[in-house]
């Protein structure tokens, strides 16, 4: 049984810093691409960071410069950190493994962890 548990979300003041962590359990985590995406209240999920199974990583535009994903295949664990956060970066942010295997695209999903950034 797979297993994605996000974890760092909560309330801070525009221009602060969080990490969040997502534990995977479950899956061979070192052959997942792994992705963080976010969804924000009446808008559609989007992707905010990506790493694949290389370490290579891409980010929105919207984040690019303040938000960095690492890996760790020894911790089975993928970091998500958000410096000089604003308000617009509030949103329930989700971690993501995908793999492709032939013809078949394995996905999973944690629960999601809320990110408020008020003043």
């Known amino acids: 049984q797979v297993q994605l548990v996000e974890s760092g979300g909560g309330l801070l003041q525009p221009g602060g810093s969080l990490r969040l962590s997502c534990a995977a359990s479950?899956?061979?985590?070192?052959?997942?691409?792994m992705g963080w995406y976010r969804q924000a209240p009446g808008k559609q999920r989007e992707l905010v960071a990506g790493?694949?199974?290389?370490?290579?990583?891409n980010y929105a535009d919207s984040v690019k410069g303040r938000f960095t994903t690492s890996r760790d295949n020894a911790k089975n664990t993928v970091y998500l950190q958000m410096d000089s956060l604003k308000p617009e970066d509030t949103a329930v942010y989700y971690c993501?493994?995908?793999?492709?295997?032939?013809?078949?695209?394995?996905?999973?999903w944690g629960q999601g962890t809320q990110v408020t950034v008020s003043s």
């Open positions: 479950g899956l061979v985590f070192s052959i997942y691409d």
């Open positions: 790493i694949n199974s290389s370490g290579t990583t």
């Open positions: 993501n493994a995908a793999r492709v295997i032939g013809v078949w695209k394995y996905t999973y």
